[in-house]
Each structure stands twice: as structure tokens, then as C-alpha cells.
């Protein structure tokens, strides 16, 4: 069974994380858990609060896991401190280079940026963080008329909120196939992949 890590923070964007999940989670759910585990992790497994208030406690923190075959990285206002803090950029770049996949979602791509996944790759984020990101990877190719875009061979980036549903949707079918992405979207009753088909 393949594991997948969703990374929570303070002031994290709550679609950012939670659209993810349950595309994946769902995606689990109809394979009879037998494709995927779904999990959060956290700097450590304290509780944090979500942008706007939302509380969620991590189900582990980031020194219990070894590795990831696939990892989120969300966004949120949250990403401006996580990007300060170099024992975490240290333990997540880990995380990333022995994924099979890494995929970011808004902000998120502030982290993938300050450890070196996107030097003169291309990459989409928020409409309001472009700005941000330029100063963080001078070298990088911003792509705001995009929902996401593959960055290189195993870094995804997404632009704002809801587009990390679309990325994530595209990656379940990517990774285990168009019919479990299907399924998946019938069962969120999710119309923009479904009208992709």
C-alpha cells in the first residue's frame, strides 16, 4: 500500500489541504484501502489552527515518518513562517526528494521554491503570491494563466485553493488510473473533471 502525506501548519488554507484529502481519501475509500493510506503530519502532532480558526491535530508529526510515495504540500499565510524555519525546509526537502511525486497547492509552492525544487522550472501558485514566489526563486517561470503544471519529473504545482482539487484529481488518475479518478469525481460530484472526459 502506497502512503500519502498531506503537511499541515499553522494558518494553513483549509481547501488547500482538505480538497486534497478527500480526493485522495475517497479515492481510497473506493479501492477498499487497498491502493492508499491518507494521512496529516505536522511539524510535530500538536494541534494547529487553520486559517480563519479551524483547529485539526496532525495525525503525526514529521520526525515519525521515514518516507512518503506521495506528498501535498497546501498554502495559507501559514507558509510565510515555514519557510523561515530550516530544521523543517531540512526535514521536508527529505520528504520531497524521496517521494515519487510532490504536489503543491497555492502558497505551498513557497516551500517547494526555498528548497531548490523550482530554479528555472515553472510553476503556478495564488494570484497573489507571484510576486512573493519572484523573490524567492528569481529563476522560475511563473504560469498564472494555468490551474497547475507539471514543474520536472515529479514536482506538480497548483494555483489557488480549489485548483489543488483539480491536481489532485489528475494525479489519482495519473498514479492509479482514469477509472478510480472517475469514480472518485462522480462520488464528490465534482463537474470540471468529470466535463474534462
Not at 39 to 51: E, H, V
Request: charged content about 25%; aromatic content about 12%.
Amino acid at each position: 500500500m502506497k502512503r500519502l502525506g498531506i503537511f499541515i501548519f499553522d494558518e494553513v488554507e483549509v481547501l488547500d489541504f482538505a480538497g486534497p484529502f478527500e480526493v485522495f481519501s475517497v479515492g481510497s475509500q473506493l479501492s477498499d484501502y487497498s491502493l492508499l493510506k491518507v494521512f496529516t503530519f505536522g511539524a510535530d502532532d500538536s494541534l494547529i489552527r487553520t486559517k480563519n480558526g479551524l483547529q485539526v491535530k496532525p495525525d503525526f508529526g514529521i520526525s515519525e515518518l521515514l518516507n512518503l510515495d506521495f506528498l501535498v504540500l497546501p498554502g495559507g499565510d501559514g507558509s510565510k513562517k515555514v519557510i523561515q524555519d530550516s530544521d523543517l525546509l531540512f526535514e521536508l526537502e527529505s520528504l520531497i526528494q524521496n517521494s515519487r511525486w510532490t504536489m503543491s497547492v497555492c502558497s505551498g509552492s513557497r516551500i517547494l521554491a526555498k528548497t531548490g525544487f523550482l530554479e528555472g522550472k515553472p510553476y503556478c501558485t495564488h494570484h497573489e503570491v507571484f510576486e512573493s514566489m519572484k523573490e524567492i526563486v528569481p529563476d522560475g517561470i511563473p504560469k498564472p494563466e494555468l490551474r497547475f503544471v507539471q514543474s520536472n519529473d515529479k514536482i506538480w504545482t497548483a494555483a489557488g485553493i480549489s485548483a489543488g482539487i483539480d491536481l489532485s484529481l489528475y494525479l489519482l488518475e495519473k498514479t492509479f488510473g482514469e477509472e478510480l479518478a472517475l469514480k472518485t469525481a462522480k462520488y464528490m460530484e465534482y463537474q470540471p473533471y468529470l466535463d474534462s472526459k
